[in-house]
C-alpha cells in the first residue's frame, strides 16, 4: 500500500509539471511588502498577456518571507534579500537549486512631513539617527521648533529596517524614538499628521508619478534629500533614478526574484519576462531602475 501511495504522488507532481509551462497555470509567489506597487504591475500585464497564467501574490514583511521559502512552501519570492551561501548549501543537501535574478534597483526614501524645513540630511545626519546620538531637530537646525525626532518604519521584521541595521551596525535594540508601524503606507499617513516625524519608505511607493496611488502619497509628504557617503557633504541627492543608478543616493539595494522551481514552470516564465524588455520597461515606468536593462543617463541644464 505505501509503495502504492508514492507512485500515486509522483505521478500527480508529474502531472502537475506536464499541465503548468512557463505561460500557464496556477502559483503563488511571496513578496516583500515594500515591493507591492511593482510586483502588482509586472503581474497584471504578464497575466493580460498570458491569459492561462494565473498568479497570486501574498506580501510579508521579509523574515516571515524567508522562512516561507526556506521550509519549502513557496517557490518564487520577491525580496531584496539574497540567499547565504550557508542556505544555499543546505538547500543543496535536500536537491534543491536556488537561483536569484536582480531585476531592479530601489532605494529607501527618508520622509518627513510637509512643513518641515529641514529636508537636507548628511550621510552622518542619518547615522547618527539610527544610533541614538541625534534625538532632537535643533540638533541638525538651531532654529527649528519641531522638538523630538519621532523615527516610524514599517515593520519590525521588514526588509527596510534590516537594511540600516547592517548599515550601521547596529545592534538589536534600536533607539526609543523608533517605533514599528503595520505597512509604508501607515508610515506614510503618520508622517502627514506628525511635523517631528521621520520615516522610511520604499520609492517603489512613491516613486511612480504616473500611477495615482504612488501620487497621491507623494504629494503628501516631503522627501529628504541625503548627502553621499563618499562625496563632498555640500551636495545631496533624492531618490530618483539617476542618483539610484550611480548609487550618488547612498541607501539602495536590488529587488530579487529567488526561485527553488525544480522544472521551467510559470515561475521561471515570469522571472524570465520580468528580467526581458516588457517587464524591465515596467520597473522603468514605476520609478525604479532596471538591472538587465542598458540605462542611458540625460543631464538637463536649466
Known sequence: MLLLLVGIQCANHKASEMTETPTRGNIRIIADESFVPIVEAEIATFTTLYKYAHIAPVYLAEKDLITAFLKDSIKVVVTSWEPTEQQKALLLNTQTIVRTTAVAYDAIALVLNKENKDSLLTYQNVNDLF????????????TSKLGKIVAVFDNDKS?????????????????????????????????????????????????NKQDSTSRSFSDKIKIAAISSKVLDAGSYFLPVQGSIYDKTYPFTRKV??????SFR????????????EQGQRIVLKSGLVPATMPIRLIQIKK
Do not use: C, H
Request: charged share 20%; proline share 4%; no cysteine.
Open 131 to 142: 544610533t541614538g546620538k541625534l534625538t532632537d531637530w535643533k540638533e541638525i537646525n538651531a
Open 159 to 207: 526588509a527596510n529596517i534590516r537594511y540600516f541595521r547592517e548599515q550601521f551596525s547596529l545592534g538589536a535594540q534600536l533607539p526609543p524614538n523608533f517605533y514599528s508601524m503595520k505597512s509604508n503606507p501607515e508610515v506614510i499617513d503618520y508622517v502627514t499628521k506628525n511635523k517631528s516625524a521621520i520615516g522610511l519608505v520604499s520609492i517603489n511607493w512613491i516613486g
Open 256 to 261: 530579487n526574484l529567488v526561485s527553488r522551481e
Open 265 to 276: 514552470g510559470l515561475g521561471s516564465g515570469f522571472i524570465s519576462w520580468f528580467a526581458a
